[in-house]
């Protein structure tokens, strides 16, 4: 049984696993946790009052910070919540959702009790997510209720629904048991959303706000120690060659390649405007709170910062046009 380990020692872990048994045969035990190392241990070093999350929505006006205390009340609720509907180590969880503080605290959560996440594009179609969740056999999908890129409106809930049933009616025949939805007023009322909340659907569709609201903020179970080589998420391919094919990220190397990407991106701070085109994303997220560096999230439709109070860089000028 391999008792759980710092960050330090899943890297030297990780660092022999990339080299040929011949020269190390011995490969050391140890096991790690991504959100751990990304939450919980930044708040007991007493930095729960710095920034993790700079979030600007589709409108300037909505904006919002989220420090590293208020993170982890966030992600230890979402872990409760896929406890609480059987998710553990291992387990595949479809992450179907827009450019919001919400999706890293769920990509995080699944971290905290070892389940393998995936990402999917918000602008994929029905049958591309149905594709990716059918794959990956997931029976818990995250989605929001609809979203706007600039002034169009796009229904996510909608598109889960389509692609739940084409998963229902494919030839490999996979249900979807539980869809947690994030309300988003600004983008359609609740009243809109086709929810199967009722006892006849077997309460598929739960409201996130209204199902985070009744788990506690502290850990029902504790953090899920996994080995330094466990399946940390799955990146699928855009499928334009064939079926899309998932790959598979894992734990502790993931953890190593980010502290390298930050070391470096620091070291070449003063050249980053030129070599780094700022622009966010959910990919920097585990890199940066590792550091712990703020990560900027935006749902604008060119996903940059148009709020110079929210960016850690001066937003860039547009050159003017040349009329003649």
Not at 179 to 207: C, F, H, N, T, Y
Request: aromatic residues 10%; proline residues 10%; contains cysteine.
């Amino acid at each position: 049984m391999f008792q759980p380990r710092p960050f330090l020692l899943a890297r030297v872990s990780s660092f022999f696993f990339l080299l040929s048994p011949s020269f190390f045969p011995l490969r050391l035990p140890s096991e790690t946790n991504v959100c751990y190392n990304c939450v919980d241990r930044h708040v007991e070093a007493g930095l729960g009052d710095r920034v993790a999350f700079l979030f600007e929505g589709n409108d300037l006006d909505a904006s919002s910070t989220t420090t590293y205390a208020q993170l982890k009340d966030q992600v230890v609720k979402i872990a409760n919540w896929l406890r609480a509907n059987g998710v553990g180590k291992g387990d595949d969880v479809t992450l179907y959702m827009p450019m919001v503080p919400e999706l890293p605290a769920a990509m995080l959560a699944c971290a905290r009790v070892g389940a393998v996440h995936s990402v999917v594009f918000g602008g994929f179609s029905a049958d591309a997510l149905a594709a990716r969740i059918s794959d990956s056999k997931s029976r818990i999908v995250l989605t929001a209720s609809a979203v706007r890129r600039g002034a169009k409106p796009i229904p996510l809930k909608t598109v889960v629904d389509a692609a739940i049933s084409k998963c229902a009616m494919g030839a490999e025949s996979h249900k979807v048991e539980r869809v947690l939805v994030l309300d988003k007023p600004e983008a359609a009322a609740r009243s809109e959303i086709p929810m199967m909340s009722s006892d006849e659907d077997g309460g598929r569709d739960q409201w996130w706000q209204d199902s985070l609201a009744q788990q506690p903020s502290e850990d029902t179970r504790p953090i899920e120690w996994v080995e330094a080589e466990h399946p940390l998420f799955k990146l699928y391919t855009s499928g334009s060659t064939g079926k899309p094919k998932g790959v598979i990220h894992s734990t502790a190397g993931y953890m190593v390649s980010s502290k390298i990407f930050v070391f470096f991106s620091n070291f070449c701070f003063l050249f980053r405007p030129f070599l780094f085109p700022f622009r966010p994303s959910p990919a920097p997220s585990f890199p940066s709170i590792l550091s712990p560096t703020p990560v900027p999230l935006s749902s604008a439709p060119d996903k940059t910062f148009r709020n110079s109070k929210l960016t850690p860089n001066p937003p860039r000028k547009t050159p003017p046009k040349n009329d003649k």
